[in-house]
C-alpha cells in the first residue's frame, strides 16, 4: 500500500473586502459619479456602472498580473461621455504601474458573455496601446483561450497575466458564450450572469444545468472564496428583489456570494431543467427560464407596476 501523495501546498488566497453599499446603485441628488472604483486588495478592482447611465448597472472587474492586466466586461454604455471606461481604466493601470514600475505592460478585454450589457464599451479600448480586445463571438473566444465545448478535454484552460494564472471554464446555459474564471490570487469565481444575487435568466436549461453542476463541483475541489457576477437584483431581505429595469436599489443585496450558493444554483438548475416550473425563487437568487411566456409576463407586470407607481425615478 503506498501512502497518498499530499497536495502542493497552497498560498492562502489575498483577502478581498468588498463593499457594503454601492453608490452608484442608488444615485443621490449631485452625485454624477458615472463609474464607481472599488479595489478589492491591491491587484484587483471592481467597477460598477452607474444606473443613471443604464439600469443594468454592471460590475466590470480589472485583475493585474505581473506581464498584463484583465479587464473582463466593458458594461452596458458605448458613449465615453456618459459612460468613459477607458479614462478609468487608463487611470488605474498608470495606478498600478506607479506602484509596479514595468515596460510593455499589455492589457486584454475579455467578456463574461456577449450579451450588450457586457460589450457595449468595446470600442473605447480598440485602440488603447498594448490591448487586445477578444471579439463577443463565441468562436472568437474559444480561440483566443483554446477553450472547446463542455464535455470537451478543453473546456477548462489556464490563462497567465504573468504569475496570476486564471482558470477559464466554459459555462453555458445564460448565453453560448458564457464563461467563468476562477482566480487563485483571490479565490474569486467570477461567474458573470451565470451566477449572481438576482434573476438567474436561463436561455438553455439543460445547459445550464450541466454549467452549474460543474461550478459547484469545481469549487468543492478548489480555494474558492466568493462567487462574484454581473449583477446585483435581489433585495438583502431573503425571497425579495427589485423589478426587471429598476433605476435605483438602495437596499441591494451584498454583490459577493458564499460558495455554498453554487449548489443551492445547481439543484435549482436540476430543478428548472426536469419539471420546467418557469421561475425557481431561492433565499439568495431566483432561476428564471426565458422560453417560458409565463415567466417573462410574470416579469414585465412587476416592473410596469413599479414604474406605475412612480418608483422608477432617480433624484
Ligand atoms: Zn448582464
Redesign the pocket.
Same mark, same amino acid.
Given at each position: 500500500m503506498t501512502e497518498p501523495t499530499p497536495d502542493p501546498p497552497r498560498t492562502p488566497p489575498v483577502p478581498a473586502t468588498f463593499p457594503d453599499r454601492w453608490a452608484v446603485a442608488a444615485p443621490v441628488a449631485g452625485d454624477t459619479t458615472p463609474i464607481e472604483v472599488h479595489a478589492l486588495e491591491d491587484d484587483t478592482v471592481l467597477l460598477r456602472q452607474s444606473k443613471r447611465s443604464n439600469h443594468?448597472a454592471?460590475v466590470l472587474a480589472l485583475m493585474f498580473g505581473s506581464e498584463r492586466a484583465l479587464l473582463l466586461d466593458t458594461g452596458?454604455t458605448a458613449d465615453p461621455t456618459a459612460f468613459p471606461l477607458r479614462t478609468t481604466v487608463d487611470a488605474l493601470v498608470a495606478d498600478w504601474l506607479g506602484r509596479n514600475p514595468r515596460e510593455d505592460y499589455g492589457l486584454v478585454v475579455v467578456h463574461?458573455?456577449a @450579451?450588450? $450589457? @457586457?460589450v457595449a464599451a468595446d470600442g473605447q479600448l480598440a485602440d488603447r496601446p498594448g490591448t487586445v480586445v477578444v471579439g463577443k463571438e463565441l468562436a472568437d473566444m474559444q480561440a483566443f483561450f483554446g477553450l472547446g465545448e463542455p464535455g470537451s478535454d478543453d473546456d477548462e484552460v489556464a490563462f497567465d497575466l504573468g504569475d496570476r494564472v486564471l482558470t477559464v471554464l466554459a459555462t453555458p446555459g @445564460?448565453h453560448p458564450t458564457a464563461i467563468t474564471l476562477f482566480d487563485p490570487r483571490t479565490g474569486i469565481l467570477w461567474t458573470? $450572469?451565470s451566477v449572481y444575487p438576482g434573476r438567474l435568466?436561463v436561455d438553455d436549461r439543460r445547459a445550464f444545468a450541466t454549467s452549474t453542476a460543474r461550478l459547484a463541483a469545481f469549487a468543492a475541489d478548489h480555494a474558492v472564496t466568493w462567487v462574484v457576477g454581473?449583477?446585483v437584483e435581489a433585495k438583502r431581505e431573503p425571497r425579495t428583489e427589485y423589478p426587471l429595469a429598476a433605476r435605483s436599489q438602495p437596499d441591494e443585496a451584498p454583490l459577493a456570494l458564499a460558495t455554498d450558493v453554487l449548489t443551492e444554483v445547481a439543484d435549482a438548475a436540476a430543478e428548472l431543467a426536469l419539471t420546467r416550473p418557469g421561475r425557481i425563487v431561492r433565499d439568495r437568487f431566483t432561476v428564471v427560464d426565458v422560453t417560458s411566456r409565463r415567466a417573462l409576463a410574470r416579469l414585465l407586470l412587476a416592473s410596469w407596476a413599479h414604474r406605475l407607481r412612480g418608483r422608477n425615478r432617480l433624484p
Open positions: 443594468e454592471p452596458a463574461s458573455h @450579451h450588450g $450589457d @457586457h @445564460h458573470g $450572469d435568466y454581473a449583477h
